[in-house]
């Protein structure tokens, strides 16, 4: 049997440095009239040894968080304002696809990962993968239904109210149908 690679966090002098340190690193990074070095010389004299190169490897790792932060923000937004703007916005999937895209992006860059990862494990992924696409049909198959039963119920309800004018009855009787299937199709 391989032994299989541990992943190490990420481990630096920044987090050995008191919180209101670290405070002062980010405040300087923030302002961009500061460089690596002035900041590494800074927080040295205060008595906490560290390099320009760490100051500048923490402020990339910092900045790919921040980044991920606001595109996933991005995201959230335009699928709450998509399903602001349609009622019929399939949020359940417009989320699903964007984990999705996530785990592909995640999976491009792991190959090592994946090759090491156990059977079992990939079996488990895969089966949760397909019941969140059984739970999506499901989903769609009961709002169908729901939408059937609320047809035949307002037929009914017609039928009683308009038994005294046919006429009216088949006109409304054929708008509700033609509804029906228009809601039908943007559920398809």
């Known amino acids: 049997m ?27 990074l923030a302002d961009v009239n500061f460089t690596y070095h002035e900041i590494a010389d800074e927080i040295t004299e205060l008595g906490y040894e560290i390099s320009k190169s760490s100051v500048g490897r923490y402020a990339l790792r910092q900045n790919a968080v921040v980044q991920r932060m606001k595109e996933v923000a991005e995201q959230t937004r335009i699928i709450v304002d998509a399903a602001k703007k349609n009622n019929n916005f399939d949020a359940i999937g ?44 499901k989903f769609k198959l009961q709002y169908s239904k729901g939408i059937k039963d609320a047809i035949t119920a307002i037929k009914m309800e017609l039928r009683i109210e308009l038994e ?3 006429e009216l009855l088949m006109k409304l009787s054929e708008k509700v149908d033609s509804i029906s299937k228009k809601m039908e199709a943007k559920n398809n």
């Open 2 to 28: 391989t032994k299989e690679r541990q992943r190490n966090r990420i481990k630096s002098r920044v987090d050995e440095l008191p919180e209101e340190i670290r405070q002062l690193l980010d405040d300087r």
């Open 94 to 137: 417009a989320t699903t696809s964007m984990l999705t895209i996530g785990l592909a992006q995640k999976i491009a860059t792991a190959q090592e990962e994946i090759e090491n990862m156990p059977i079992e494990k990939a079996a488990r992924i895969v089966v949760a993968l397909e019941r969140s696409a059984v739970y999506k049909e």
């Open 164 to 166: 005294n004018d046919p």
